[in-house]
C-alpha cells in the first residue's frame, strides 16, 4: 500500500508538470513548412541561420491579382515575397492566430532539441486575452533589430531572444504564444506547429 502512495504522489507531479510545459505553447492553429532550397529566399534565411543569432523573420501570406505570396519580413529590415508553388497553396497554411508568425534564433535560452529556434505569433497576448477577441484580432507586434517586440496598442515589449517574455508587464501578463518550431538551416526546411 506504501509503494502504491509514492506511485501515486510521483503521476500527480508528472501530471503537474506535463500540464505546465503544454502552457508554454500556443493553443491557437498554425501549420507551416517551407522549403527555402527551393525559393532561396535571403530574408528568411537569415533567420534561419544558427550563427545569426537574434536575427527574426515575420512571415505572412497575402493574394495579389488570384496567386497567393508569402511575405517575409525581417528584424534588419530586411523585406521580401515569394510566390507560393502549387504544392504550397494546396498546404493552405496557417500562420497563427492571424496570418503571422515569427521564427529565428533566440541568443539566450539557447539549448534544448532545437538550439534556440523559435516560432512566435505575432498577436500581442495580452491584448487578445485581455479584449477576447480571438476570431479576428489586429494586435500585431513589430520588431526591432534588438530582438524587441513591441506591441502597438498597449505598449509592452517581449524579449524574442528569451522566450518572448513580457520585460514591461504587469502581474497575470504572459509572453509571446509559442509554437514547435523547426529548421535544417537557412537554404532548408523552416517547420512551425501548434503543440
Given at each position: 500500500?506504501?509503494?502504491?502512495?509514492?506511485?501515486?504522489?510521483?503521476?500527480?507531479?508528472?501530471?503537474?508538470?506535463?500540464?505546465?510545459?503544454?502552457?508554454?505553447?500556443?493553443?491557437?492553429?498554425c501549420r507551416f513548412s517551407?522549403?527555402?532550397?527551393?525559393?532561396?529566399?535571403?530574408?528568411?534565411?537569415?533567420?534561419?541561420?544558427?550563427?545569426?543569432?537574434?536575427?527574426?523573420?515575420?512571415?505572412?501570406?497575402?493574394?495579389?491579382?488570384?496567386?497567393?505570396?508569402?511575405?517575409?519580413?525581417?528584424?534588419?529590415?530586411?523585406?521580401?515575397?515569394?510566390?507560393?508553388?502549387?504544392?504550397?497553396?494546396?498546404?493552405?497554411?496557417?500562420?497563427?492566430?492571424?496570418?503571422?508568425?515569427?521564427?529565428?534564433?533566440?541568443?539566450?535560452?539557447?539549448?534544448?532539441?532545437?538550439?534556440?529556434?523559435?516560432?512566435?505569433?505575432?498577436?500581442?497576448?495580452?491584448?487578445?486575452?485581455?479584449?477576447?477577441?480571438?476570431?479576428?484580432?489586429?494586435?500585431?507586434?513589430?520588431?526591432?533589430?534588438?530582438?524587441?517586440?513591441?506591441?502597438?496598442?498597449?505598449?509592452?515589449?517581449?524579449?524574442?531572444?528569451?522566450?518572448?517574455?513580457?520585460?514591461?508587464?504587469?502581474?497575470?501578463?504572459?509572453?509571446?504564444?509559442?509554437?514547435?518550431?523547426?529548421?535544417?538551416?537557412?537554404?532548408?526546411?523552416?517547420?512551425?506547429?501548434?503543440?
Open positions: 500500500m506504501r509503494n502504491l502512495g509514492f506511485w501515486f504522489w510521483a503521476f500527480s507531479f508528472w501530471l503537474l508538470t506535463s500540464c505546465k510545459a503544454d502552457e508554454e505553447y500556443s493553443t491557437h492553429a517551407y522549403n527555402n532550397m527551393i525559393h532561396n529566399d535571403a530574408t528568411l534565411a537569415s533567420a534561419l541561420d544558427a550563427n545569426s543569432r537574434g536575427v527574426f523573420c515575420l512571415i505572412s501570406e497575402k493574394t495579389r491579382a488570384g496567386a497567393r505570396y508569402l511575405v517575409f519580413e525581417s528584424s534588419l529590415g530586411m523585406k521580401s515575397e515569394q510566390i507560393e508553388t502549387a504544392e504550397e497553396v494546396e498546404a493552405k497554411f496557417i500562420l497563427g492566430l492571424n496570418n503571422g508568425i515569427i521564427v529565428g534564433f533566440q541568443t539566450l535560452n539557447t539549448d534544448g532539441v532545437n538550439g534556440g529556434f523559435v516560432g512566435y505569433d505575432v498577436q500581442c497576448p495580452n491584448c487578445v486575452r485581455r479584449e477576447n477577441n480571438t476570431v479576428n484580432p489586429n494586435y500585431r507586434v513589430t520588431m526591432e533589430s534588438s530582438g524587441i517586440a513591441t506591441c502597438g496598442k498597449c505598449g509592452k515589449k517581449y524579449d524574442m531572444n528569451n522566450g518572448g517574455i513580457v520585460q514591461n508587464g504587469e502581474e497575470d501578463d504572459r509572453g509571446l504564444d509559442k509554437y514547435v518550431a523547426s529548421t535544417t538551416g537557412p537554404f532548408g526546411v523552416v517547420s512551425v506547429f501548434r503543440r
